[in-house]
């Protein structure tokens, strides 16, 4: 048993004196070059949600992706699929546009807040993505809009 605690204490100075270390670069990536991929992924996707255009839109999401508000005081989710059938093609929304407000990168996913204005209503989207080969893909979206006075 003293051979067995012993092990125990050698092997625990050792990790934590030598064994993985995670420096505050690993915890939020400064990269341009990846954020310049996400950017344009998202900007896709505003082009796409501006002119109805489910290609554009959908080239920006995983087929995987889950889209969730809260209605009713309940989370309501839709899959891609039913997402995308919300969208018809028209011409561009006029007085309205897309921003990106941040973005947080660790590694192979990130997070991104944007914003949509219309004339009549704000969007704020959080998007999840994940870089999956050498794309960038909105993974996972949450939502929320408000009237605007």
């Known amino acids: 048993m003293k051979s067995f605690t012993l092990f125990l204490l050698l092997f625990s ?6 064994g993985p270390k995670v420096s505050p670069q690993q915890t939020s990536v400064n990269n341009p070059a990846e954020e310049a991929l996400i950017r344009s992924t998202i900007e896709n996707y505003f082009e796409g949600w501006m002119t109805g255009d489910t290609t554009k839109i959908g080239s920006a ?6 889209l969730k508000n809260i209605k009713d005081g309940g989370v309501i989710i839709f899959d891609r699929a039913t997402y995308l059938g919300f969208f018809k093609p028209r011409p561009r929304r006029e007085n309205s546009g897309g921003k990106i407000i941040d973005i947080d990168i660790t590694e ?3 997070a991104a807040k944007c914003e949509i ?8 989207d959080y ?3 994940m870089k999956i080969g050498e794309r960038w893909y909105i993974v ?9 006075e």
Do not use: G, W
């Open 13 to 18: 100075l050792v990790y934590f004196s030598c």
């Open 140 to 148: 996972d979206k949450i939502a929320t809009n408000v009237a605007k």
């Open 127 to 129: 998007f999840n993505m």
């Open 108 to 110: 192979n996913i990130a």
């Open 61 to 66: 999401m995983h087929a995987t992706c889950q």
């Open 117 to 124: 204005e219309t004339p009549d209503r704000l969007f704020t």
